[in-house]
């Protein structure tokens, strides 16, 4: 079984301030895919960025980056220019090719300040 | 388009009683999977099915807990007899050709 370790178990952030999420797994594989999903007060699992191990280019969307470090194992996620409405439970996800099994870390709470 | 779509999103029952819940797919989405997150355990994967077949459902709990899908847009996961311990909320998803997994809005179950 995969590993998914998420260190920070909460994170607060001031409004159009910046924050980052780490993320490190462990894994023997050499291509996967890593997601991060976010989980707000109304509980509904919503994809945020999606990464395939062997792209070099770290995923973008919008507002939200990842920085992914192959050799260190490590999938943090960027999350600039804060909004109120990105409050929510962060949860990131390891899957193999052709297992489509998701394993997911602990999940970091990030609660954004007005 | 309708997203995955579960019933009840709340249930309440006493130990014992069986626990029957519901999901409906995506339409044209041909994996579909069932998964628990209780604050002790997190999320974990229960069991899914590829094209209505069951393909692993090594993170099933024990033999009080069975998954069916009959067809491609519906699936059911029971509970009989249910225990207390069983109390999470349960996610349904499904994908297409095992991309990204798109989440219903999960049935948060009490067992008393």
């Known amino acids: 079984a995969q590993t998914v370790t998420q260190s920070q178990p909460e994170m607060s952030v001031q409004e159009a301030e910046t924050v980052t999420l780490s993320c490190t797994y462990d894994?023997?594989?050499?291509?996967?895919?890593l997601f991060w999903y976010k989980q707000p007060p109304s509980r509904q699992m919503i994809l945020v960025i999606r990464?395939?191990?062997?792209?070099?280019q770290n995923a973008t969307e919008n507002r939200f980056s990842v920085n992914f470090q192959k050799a260190a194992k490590s999938f943090s996620l960027k999350i600039s220019d804060s909004q109120l409405g990105d409050t929510a439970m962060y949860f990131c996800?390891?899957?193999?090719?052709?297992?489509?099994?998701?394993?997911f870390g602990a999940g970091t709470t990030v609660t954004v300040r007005a | 388009d309708a997203g995955v779509i579960q019933s009840p999103r709340h249930e309440v029952t006493e130990m014992g009683q069986e626990v029957t819940l519901r999901c409906k797919p995506i339409?044209?989405?041909?994996?579909l999977f069932w998964y628990r997150q209780t604050m002790m355990r997190g999320l974990e994967l229960l069991i899914y099915?590829?094209?209505?077949?069951?393909?692993?459902d090594s993170g099933m709990p024990e033999d009080r807990f069975s998954a069916k899908m009959p067809n491609a847009s519906f699936s059911t996961l029971k509970i009989q007899p249910s225990e207390p311990r069983d109390s999470a909320v349960y996610f349904c998803?499904?994908?297409?050709?095992?991309?990204?997994?798109?989440f219903g809005p999960g049935t948060r179950l009490t067992v008393l």
């Open positions: 998803a499904s994908s297409f050709r095992g991309n990204e997994q798109f």
């Open positions: 894994t023997s594989e050499s291509n996967y895919y």
């Open positions: 990464q395939e191990a062997y792209k070099q």
């Open positions: 996800a390891f899957m193999k090719p052709n297992d489509y099994k998701l394993s």
């Open positions: 339409s044209g989405h041909d994996y």
């Open positions: 099915f590829n094209n209505n077949v069951p393909i692993d």
